[in-house]
């Protein structure tokens, strides 16, 4: 498993791309001698490991990923292979392990160098290996030993069986002296012990198959030295059979050395879109392909480079309230608008969905001002904290044109956060209600959308990390932070590319219909004081809980109004479609009966499943398709209670309306 070190600024844009080059002459564990040369232009990096020689060369620019060739043996035969690639961005790597013949000493030496690979310069974990002749010894015992770290294979002539060569004991002629250097390298004291060895390359094929490895074997029928009956038809039909994926490709229309055993490729392109293509399947996803960008962000990028001023707001629960992701947004736009003055309102409050940020969107957001760019996420406390469908259309609606209602040109960023429930759902081929429920206002407004809990979701499931150990929370990791971070910045990145004029000029956005007419549009919160204490009920300036139990902030040493006592009564008049109100529901949370206009009563039980360790805010929304006018509202006390509560109490600290 890789592991990316994060850092909560900038930073995160070198997430999946950077290579962290190790400096000339440094010493690390046993690497010595780094030395900087070029090989056919390209910048190489020359070292020894395990006193081996070893070189890694870099493309001018290296693809996402940074996606690598591993050539075995005979670095520079058929090099063409290895320019193209370059030239597409991969790395081309290689360690000289010449005359162990892929003993299990020489393995010890391939597993140190990939490990150095990665750590170091930050390599695709998944390697294309490329063998020539006795190279497949190499290749195939490493893929064979480490099949989850394989990307594909390109064998080129190679050797699948030392039976066959060096040992000659078949219709090659063999090599004696490298036969007998063989033997010693694998410890065998006689061709008898060698002949009964079971691990050549054509053995124990399984895993690798089951790996689903893909392999791609060049070959000339008429080689001697290497009889391709005895090694690349042997293998690729076992290959086959196990399940596996194989091509093979005869070479004979090029010229011809060695007994057929050197040749030119006659299709040095397939090979090189085989490599390419596979590489590509196992290399980590492309963040841009769980944007939309739909209207983009033209209006704030106006604003940001011509007017040099940008006020950019952030709503949403935890998420968005702990450091990380935000940081690196704000950090961003000061780099990427270096001339512009900006304020940065982060009103992310925990637990709080887009019913809570519809409500209190004017008081924590739109009273700061004109608002450039609003950033808002709730997809995992709508679904968390059972919000229904409705409640989650007419909330998001309501914050999109409440906030377009005070400035017309605002762009918006709506963002899907990722918890275990939706990794469960899209691994189902379903996606999340509460995600399509969004989708479904930013489809109709035309607002640009971020999906990070499917782009998580695929990225686990593409081996690029996992949940337990990296991401490990619905309140991500400092690596999960990065991976957040490093998808909205390639949001930003594309959002902010081609080129603006001086004239262009900031337009307002087009407010269709309403997509629901009971959306929360003008959401507002309501101090107590609009209510007149009845019996039983009273206002507590400072309250604090002395249970010891946990706290929010706005909700301790603020006003509340009270009560403890069933059957106590309270009236107030409010105006609008929809009517709720805000409570501290703590241990001792009690149930209510409530009635609209001499309406039925009807019962609410304040305790929520977080209630026992913590007076959590909460938002409970009473009653909506109201006509938008005066209605009054009753609350009493029940006599019953939640059979884990402690209490009786209802601590109100807002009523809210939408109108």
Not at 126 to 134: E, I, N
Not at 405 to 425: A, C, Q, R
Not at 462 to 486: C, I, M, R
């Amino acid at each position: 498993m890789r592991h990316y070190q994060v850092l909560f600024t900038l930073l995160f844009t070198l997430f999946f791309t950077s290579s962290l080059h190790a400096q000339n002459g440094k010493k690390t564990n046993n690497l010595i001698s780094v030395k900087e040369s070029t090989w056919k232009g390209f910048k190489q990096i020359n070292f020894t490991i395990e006193g081996k020689e070893a070189h890694v060369v870099f493309p001018v620019k290296a693809l996402a990923g940074n996606p690598w060739l591993w050539r075995a043996r005979f670095p520079n035969y058929h090099a063409n292979i290895d320019s193209a690639l370059l030239a597409k961005g991969f790395h081309v790597a290689y360690v000289n392990t010449d005359n162990q013949f892929g003993s299990p000493k020489a393995m010890k030496i391939w597993d140190q160098f990939y490990a150095y690979l990665i750590e170091n310069y930050q390599l695709e974990k998944k390697v294309a290996l490329h063998a020539h002749s006795r190279g497949g010894l190499f290749v195939y015992n490493w893929a064979k030993q480490n099949p989850e770290k394989i990307a594909c294979i390109y064998a080129d002539a190679v050797v699948c069986d030392f039976k066959s060569w060096p040992a000659g004991f078949g219709a090659s002629e063999g090599d004696k002296n490298a036969w007998q250097t063989l033997k010693a390298e694998y410890g065998f004291s006689s061709d008898e012990e060698a002949k009964a060895y079971l691990d050549n390359p054509i053995d124990n094929l399984e895993n690798l198959a089951k790996q689903g490895v893909p392999v791609l074997h060049t070959m000339n029928l008429k080689d001697q030295v290497v009889p391709p009956e005895e090694n690349s038809l042997l293998l690729v039909n076992k290959y086959v059979r196990v399940g596996g994926t194989a091509t093979l490709s005869p070479c004979s229309s090029g010229i011809q050395k060695s007994k057929g055993h050197h040749y030119q490729l006659d299709d040095p392109k397939m090979i090189v879109d085989f490599i390419s293509y596979y590489c590509a399947q196992s290399g980590p996803l492309n963040s841009s392909d769980y944007h939309e960008m739909r209207s983009g962000l033209q209006n704030c990028r106006i604003q940001f480079e011509h007017y040099k001023t940008g006020r950019v707001a952030f709503l949403g629960g935890s998420i968005t309230y702990n450091p990380g992701w935000r940081d690196s947004i704000c950090a961003y736009l000061e780099k990427r608008f270096p001339e512009t003055e900006f304020e940065f309102i982060t009103a992310g409050i925990p637990s709080m969905g887009t019913t809570p940020g519809a409500f209190r969107l004017e008081r924590d957001v739109l009273s700061k001002g004109k608002i450039d760019l609003l950033f808002e996420e709730a997809a995992v406390n709508d679904a968390g904290n059972g919000r229904t469908a409705s409640e989650q259309v007419r909330a998001v609606e309501g914050i999109v044109r409440h906030a377009r209602s005070e400035n017309p040109s605002t762009d918006i960023v709506l963002m899907h956060f990722v918890d275990p429930g939706k990794i469960e759902t899209y691994r189902a081929g379903k996606v999340p209600d509460v995600i399509r429920n969004h989708n479904k206002v930013a489809e109709y407004y035309n607002i640009p959308v971020i999906n990070l809990a499917k782009e998580v979701t695929d990225r686990i499931d593409n081996g690029e990390f996992t949940w337990k150990d990296d991401f490990k929370n619905l309140h991500p990791s400092p690596f999960g932070q990065g991976v957040y971070a490093h998808s909205m910045l390639q949001f930003l990145d594309n959002a902010f590319t081609g080129h603006i004029d001086n004239d262009d000029k900031i337009a307002a956005h087009p407010k269709p219909d309403y997509l629901d007419p009971f959306c929360y549009e003008k959401g507002a919160l309501l101090d107590i004081s609009i209510c007149k204490p009845a019996k039983g009920w009273a206002v507590d300036s400072v309250w604090n809980p002395k249970d010891g139990k946990g706290t929010r902030r706005n909700y301790v040493n603020v006003p509340m109004l009270i009560s403890e006592k069933p059957g106590s009564k309270l009236k107030v008049t409010l105006s609008g479609k929809t009517l709720g109100m805000t409570v501290a529901a703590g241990p001792d949370a009690g149930i209510i009966e409530y009635r609209i206009d001499k309406g039925d009563w009807q019962k609410l039980n304040l305790f929520t499943r977080w209630s026992k360790g913590l007076h959590l805010p909460w938002y409970y929304r009473l009653v909506s398709d109201l006509e938008n006018k005066k209605h009054n509202l009753e609350i009493r006390i029940s006599e019953e209670k939640d059979e884990q509560s402690k209490g009786t109490a209802c601590r109100i600290r807002y009523f809210f309306v939408s109108q």
